[in-house]
C-alpha cells in the first residue's frame, strides 16, 4: 500500500524556520514528481513547490520564493521542504503528493489534481 508519513510541521516564531519531510512507503519515490500543497482554514489547498523525479528540476510558488527549498534524496525514499523566514502567513497543513512522472522531466503544475497520491499532512504554525 502506497504511503506517505509527513513529519517536521510543529509552532515557531515569525522568521524562523522548519524541515519538513515526507517518507513513503510501499513504493518507491524514483518514478514519482512530489509536490508540497498547504491549506490554511478557510481557504483552498494550495500549491507551494514540487520536484521532479530526477530531482533536476523545482517549482515555487511566488509567495515562497527564496524562502522554500525542496530537495529528495531517493535512496532515503524521502521528499523534504526546507523553509525559512517563516511567515504568519505560511501557517497551514502542509501535505505531500506523488504524481507519476512518467518519464517527464520536470513536475505537473502545482494542482491538486495533477497528484495522485496524498499523505495526512503536518500543521505549521507560525507565531508574530
Known amino acids: 500500500q502506497l504511503q506517505f508519513v509527513e513529519s517536521g510541521g510543529g509552532l515557531v516564531q515569525s522568521g524562523g524556520f522548519l524541515r519538513l519531510s515526507c517518507a513513503a512507503s510501499g513504493f518507491t519515490l524514483d518514478y514519482y514528481a512530489i509536490g508540497w500543497f498547504r491549506q490554511a482554514p478557510g481557504k483552498e489547498r494550495e500549491g507551494v513547490s514540487c520536484?521532479?523525479?530526477?530531482?533536476?528540476?523545482?517549482n515555487y510558488v511566488d509567495s515562497v520564493k527564496g524562502r522554500f527549498t525542496i530537495s529528495r534524496d531517493n535512496a532515503k525514499n524521502t521528499v523534504y521542504l526546507q523553509m525559512n523566514s517563516l511567515k504568519p502567513e505560511d501557517t497551514a497543513v502542509y501535505y505531500c503528493?506523488?504524481?507519476?512522472?512518467?518519464?517527464?522531466?520536470?513536475?505537473?503544475?502545482?494542482?491538486?489534481?495533477?497528484?495522485?497520491?496524498w499523505g495526512q499532512g503536518t500543521q505549521v504554525t507560525v507565531s508574530s
Open positions: 520536484i521532479s523525479s530526477s530531482g533536476g528540476s523545482t
Open positions: 503528493a506523488a504524481a507519476w512522472a512518467g518519464g517527464m522531466p520536470t513536475c505537473p503544475p502545482l494542482l491538486s489534481r495533477e497528484y495522485e497520491y
